[in-house]
C-alpha cells in the first residue's frame, strides 16, 4: 500500500532519525498507511504533529546486564525497556528474551503496543523490553543470575503506576517469579502490580496464561461468526508450540476445531489426528523439551525437520510463534489450499507482502495488534485485581476476556467503516487505536 503523501515525509524521517532498525520501519509504515483519512477528519492531529510525536518513544533504557553460568563463566548482555507512550496509563507489554532482540525489535514491539493496549479499552500505555539473553538449554539456576541481575537495573524504571513489564517470547512464569522476587528483595515492597503474569499463589490472575491464545481464537471467531461460520469441523495450523500457540489449541479444539501441525524454530509436526493437548502442555511447559519429541508419543505424527508450517492445508492459520513467519509465498499457498481465516496470535508475523494477499483474496484478516490483544488485556485485569487485593475465578476472568475480544472485534469492524475500508481490520485496528491515544495526547498538551 502506498503512504498517503502527508505522511510520507514522517515516515522518511522515522527512517533517518532510526537507522538499521528494519522491524521499527515495518511496524510504523503499517499504522502511517493507514491514517490518511483520519487526518482529514481531525486536522488538529497534524497540526499537533501527534504522529511524529507518537512514533518518539518518551524514553529508551539500554543497560549491561551481567551474570555467572554454572562453569563460574562471566556472561555479558543487553538489556532493555523502551517506554512509547504514557498517554492512556502506564507503560505496559512485556519483556522477551530471545538471541534476535536488539533495539529495533523492542521498539517495533513498543510501537505496536501502543495501539494495542488503547484498543483494550483499558487504562494502560505502551512499552515493551527484553534481552538478547537465551533462555534455552540453560538451568534454572543460570536464569535465576540472569534474571536478578536483569532487574538490578530495572527496578529503578518500573513500578505499578510507572510501568509494569509482562512476559513475551522466552519469558513465562518461572522468568516472572524470578524477576518480581528480585524487585522485591530490592524494593524491600510487596508491589504486586509492578509486573503481570505472576503466579496464581503470589498475585497472579486465573487465566492470564492462557489468555492471549484464547483471545485470539475469540477473535478468530467473532470474524468467522459475522460470516456465518464458526470453528466447528475446521482444520486449523497453529505455528509455535510455546505460550500462546498452546492455548490458541486448548481453545480450537474447545470450539469444536481441529489443530493439525505445530511447530518450533527447527521444524514441524503434522498429526491430522488432532494434536494432543496433554502431550504438548507436558513437553513444552514441563518437560521444556523441542515439539518433534511429539512424535515419541504419538506414532501417527510426522515430523518435517526444517519444515514449512505454511505448506500444511488448513482452514484456519494461526501464526503464534514470531515476526515475518508468513511471507508472500506462504500467504499464496495458504489460499491456494482454502484458507479461509488467518488470526495473528504473533506480533507481525505476516509480512507486508503477505497482508496484502490475504486481503486481496478475501481472507479474514486478524491483525496481532487486534487479535492477540487478549494477553496485555488479562494483564490489566491482573492490575485490577492486585489493585483491589481481590483474586477472580477462572470462569468469571474468561468471561471479561471474551467481553474484551468481542469489543475489540467490534471496535475495529466500526473504524474500518466508518473510515471507507469495510471489513478491513488492519485499518480497522491502526485507525481504532490511533485515534484514542490522539486525544490523550492532545488533552496532555505538549509534553
Ligand atoms: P514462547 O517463548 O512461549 O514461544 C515461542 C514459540 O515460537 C516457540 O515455539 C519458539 O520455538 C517459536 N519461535 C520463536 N522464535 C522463532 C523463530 N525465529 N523462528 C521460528 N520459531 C520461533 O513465546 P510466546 O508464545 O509468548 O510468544 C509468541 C508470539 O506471540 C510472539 O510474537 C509474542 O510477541 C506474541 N505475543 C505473546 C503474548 C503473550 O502473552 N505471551 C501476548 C501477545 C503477543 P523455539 O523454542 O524453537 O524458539
Redesign the pocket.
Known amino acids: 500500500m502506498a503512504l498517503p503523501e502527508r505522511v510520507q515525509s514522517i515516515y522518511q524521517d522515522v527512517i533517518k532519525r532510526n537507522p538499521g532498525e528494519a522491524e521499527f520501519h515495518q511496524a510504523v509504515k503499517e499504522v502511517l498507511e493507514c491514517l490518511g483519512p483520519v487526518l482529514v477528519k481531525y486536522p488538529e492531529f497534524a497540526e499537533a504533529k501527534v504522529i511524529e510525536r507518537i512514533c518518539e518513544p518518551e524514553r529508551q533504557t539500554i543497560f549491561r546486564v551481567p551474570w555467572q553460568d554454572d562453569r563460574g563463566q562471566v556472561q555479558i548482555n543487553r538489556g532493555f525497556r523502551v517506554q512509547f507512550n504514557s498517554a492512556l496509563g502506564p507503560y505496559k507489554g ?1 519483556l ?1 528474551f ?1 538471541p ?1 532482540v536488539y533495539l529495533g525489535i523492542i521498539k517495533f ?1 513498543g510501537f505496536e503496543q501502543i495501539f494495542k493496549n488503547s484498543l483494550t479499552g483499558l487504562p494502560i500505555g505502551g512499552a515493551k523490553g527484553g534481552s538478547d539473553f537465551d533462555p ?1 538449554g540453560k538451568s534454572d539456576n543460570e536464569v535465576m543470575r540472569f534474571c536478578q541481575s536483569f532487574m538490578i537495573e530495572l527496578w529503578r524504571i518500573i513500578g505499578e503506576h510507572t510501568d509494569v513489564p ?5 519469558v ?1 512464569a518461572r522468568e516472572i517469579g524470578f524477576l518480581f522476587g528480585q524487585y522485591k528483595r530490592l524494593t524491600s515492597k510487596f508491589e504486586a502490580g509492578v509486573l503481570t ?1 505472576k503466579g496464581l499463589v503470589y498475585g497472579g490472575s486465573q487465566v492470564r496464561t492462557e ?2 491464545g484464547y483471545g485470539c481464537t475469540y477473535f478468530v471467531e467473532e470474524m468467522l461468526k459475522a460470516k456465518g461460520n464458526g470453528f466447528m469441523g475446521k482444520k486449523a495450523v497453529v ?7 498452546i492455548y490458541t489449541l486448548e481453545k480450537i479444539h474447545q470450539l469444536g476445531g481441529k489443530v493439525v501441525a505445530m ?4 521444524g514441524v509436526v503434522v498429526d491430522e489426528d488432532g494434536f494432543n493437548l496433554e502431550t504438548v502442555k507436558q513437553l ?1 511447559e514441563v518437560d521444556r523439551r ?2 518433534k519429541d511429539y512424535c515419541d508419543i504419538h506414532k501417527q505424527a510426522k515430523y518435517i525437520d526444517g519444515g514449512n508450517i505454511w505448506d500444511v492445508p488448513c482452514d484456519v492459520a494461526m501464526p ?4 515475518n ?1 508468513i511471507s508472500g509465498n506462504d500467504a499464496r499457498t495458504l489460499v491456494k489450499n482454502g484458507c479461509i481465516a488467518v488470526g495473528e ?3 507481525m ?1 505476516t509480512t507486508p507482502d503477505g497482508v496484502q494477499v490475504f486481503l486481496a483474496a478475501g481472507v479474514l484478516f486478524g491483525p ?1 495488534k487486534a487479535a ?1 490483544a487478549g ?2 488485556a488479562t494483564s490489566a485485569l491482573e492490575m485490577q485485581q492486585n489493585a483491589g487485593r481481590d483474586a477472580w475465578g477462572f470462569e468469571e476472568t474468561d468471561a471479561k476476556l471474551h467481553q474484551i475480544m468481542k469489543n475489540v472485534y467490534q471496535h475495529c469492524s466500526d473504524a474500518a467503516e466508518e473510515f471507507g475500508s469495510p471489513g478491513n481490520l488492519v485499518v480497522g485496528a491502526n485507525i481504532g487505536g490511533f485515534i484514542k491515544v490522539a486525544r490523550a495526547m492532545i488533552a496532555h498538551g505538549l509534553v
Do not use: C, F, Y
Open positions: 512485556g522477551r530471545h534476535s514491539l534455552k509482562a512476559g513475551d517470547i522466552g513465562g503474569g489468555a492471549t505455528s509455535g508450540s510455546g505460550n500462546v500457540a511447530s518450533d524454530s527447527h513444552k523441542r515439539i503464534s510463534a514470531t515476526q513467519e496470535g504473533a506480533n508475523p496481532g492477540n494477553g496485555v
